[in-house]
T-cell receptor, first 114, second 114 residues
Framework: NAGVTQTPKFQVLKTGQSMTLQCAQD?????MSWYRQDPGMGLRLIHY???????DQGEVPNGYNVSRSTTEDFPLRLLSAAPSQTSVYFC?????????????FGEGSRLTVL | AQSVSQHNHHVILSEAASLELGCNYS??????LFWYVQYPGQHLQLLLK??????LVKGIKGFEAEFIKSKFSFNLRKPSVQWSDTAEYFC????????????FGSGTRLSIRP
């Protein structure tokens, strides 16, 4: 059981480049989300999705796009990377059944923008 | 909108000392509350959660937390810490009955002196 899988684990970009962080879960979870983690700021919610075809903005959505075409996948796109997007990104999923709300996290993707 | 405040940014304790980490949230409705832990180099793991019922919840590794609705607080406690508890601890809040939009606090780094 893989859980939540993120790729790549590490990435270095130049300012202005684009890239996609991939996230896949095999738990049939309806809810998926992306967070960024920065020192002293905890985890900040970027975008989230409550099901296929439905996405919404979190606390810090600017500079990021998402889509949810399947239940399993929730990619995060950076269209034009900026140094301020240097961070560790975590994808997380949650099942709505039983109102658990518990998030299951991927192992993170460390992104450096030069 | 939800928000979470963790007042202690860095706590340093000796082994066997008692621990209490503060967490206050802001949200007008009924909430789900969580504490997550992140050990060095790892992703976040659930420590404990509160949805309803007994406001004193027990989690893994001897941790517990008390939900005080009148104070909008959900403080984390452990009677006697161990060196292996060195980690970063995050409080989080979500709307009750929903798997969506879980917001995290800025985290508290706990360092245990052996």
């Amino acid at each position: 059981n893989a859980g939540v899988t993120q790729t790549p684990k590490f990435q270095v970009l130049k300012t202005g480049q684009s890239m996609t962080l991939q996230c896949a879960q095999d738990m049939n979870h309806e809810y998926m989300s992306w967070y960024r983690q920065d020192p002293g700021m905890g985890l900040r919610l970027i975008h989230y999705s409550v099901g296929a075809g439905i996405t919404d903005q979190g606390e810090v959505p600017n500079g990021y796009n998402v889509s949810r075409s399947t239940t399993e996948d929730f990619p995060l796109r950076l269209l034009s990377a900026a140094p301020s997007q240097t961070s560790v990104y975590f994808c997380a999923s949650s099942g709505a059944s039983g109102n658990t709300g518990e998030l299951f996290f991927g192992e993170g993707s460390r992104l450096t923008v030069l | 909108a939800q928000s979470v405040s963790q007042h202690n940014h860095h706590v340093i304790l000796s082994e066997a000392a008692s621990l209490e980490l503060g967490c206050n949230y802001s949200y007008g409705g009924t909430v789900n509350l969580f504490w997550y832990v992140q050990y060095p180099g790892q992703h976040l793991q659930l420590l404990l959660k509160y949805f309803s019922g007994d406001p004193l919840v027990k989690g893994i590794k001897g941790f517990e937390a008390e939900f005080i609705k009148s104070k909008f607080s959900f403080n984390l406690r452990k009677p006697s810490v161990q060196w292996s508890d060195t980690a970063e601890y995050f409080c989080a809040v979500g709307r009750y009955s929903s798997a969506s939009k879980i917001i995290f606090g800025s985290g508290t780094r706990l360092s245990i002196r052996p």
